[in-house]
C-alpha cells in the first residue's frame, strides 16, 4: 500500500513540478485576476496541505480507534467544476516567493512525508483509522495520503490555466 501511495505522489509531483520550474518569479507570483490565486500561493497551499496530512495522519495512528472507515470517493477532488473553500489553516500567504524558494519548499514537505510514510509500523492501520477531514468529514487514513496527490493534480490543471494568462 506505501509504495503504490508513494509512486502516486511522485508522479504527480514530478507533473507539478514540470509545470513551475521555467516559470519566472514575476509570473510565479503573478495572480490571473483578483479572486485567483497565484501560481506561488497554489503551490504554498499545496505545502501547507502536505505539512497538515501528516500532522492529521500522525494524530489519527496515534489516538484513533480502528475501526472499518467508509470508503469516500475522494476521486471528486479531481472535479474543479465544484469550488472548494480552502481552510483557514492551509490558506497561502500573500507574500511572493522565488520559485527556488517554492521548489526547496515543496521538496521538504515530500522528504518529511514520505518518511513519515516510511516509517509507520502498521501500515495496514491506515486502512482502518479515520480523522475528519475539511472537505469530506471522516475519512480514512490512506485516503488522507490518497487525497494528497489528487488534490495536487485539481491544482496542476489550475497552474496550467493561470500559465495561460500570466505567460
Request: proline letters at 5%.
Amino acid at each position: 500500500m506505501i509504495a503504490t501511495l508513494l509512486a502516486q505522489l511522485k508522479t504527480t509531483r514530478a507533473q507539478l513540478l514540470k509545470e513551475i520550474e521555467l516559470l519566472n518569479d514575476k509570473q510565479f507570483n503573478q495572480r490571473p485576476d483578483a479572486n485567483s490565486w497565484s501560481i506561488a500561493q497554489i503551490c504554498h497551499h499545496l505545502v501547507l496541505v502536505e505539512a497538515s496530512t501528516i500532522k492529521a495522519v500522525a494524530w489519527g495512528l496515534a489516538s484513533q480507534p480502528t475501526t472499518q472507515p467508509q470508503r469516500l470517493n475522494v476521486l471528486l477532488l479531481t472535479d474543479r467544476t465544484t469550488k472548494l473553500a480552502a481552510p483557514n489553516i492551509v490558506e497561502p500567504t500573500d507574500k511572493p516567493f522565488e520559485v527556488l524558494q517554492m521548489l526547496t519548499l515543496l521538496s521538504d514537505t515530500r522528504e518529511q512525508l514520505t518518511a513519515f510514510l516510511l516509517g509507520i509500523a502498521e501500515p495496514s492501520l491506515l486502512a482502518k483509522k479515520a480523522v475528519k477531514h475539511p472537505a469530506f468529514g471522516q475519512l480514512a487514513l490512506d485516503q488522507w495520503i490518497e487525497q494528497v496527490y489528487l488534490h495536487e493534480q485539481r491544482h496542476i490543471e489550475q497552474i496550467q490555466e493561470s500559465k495561460k494568462i500570466v505567460s
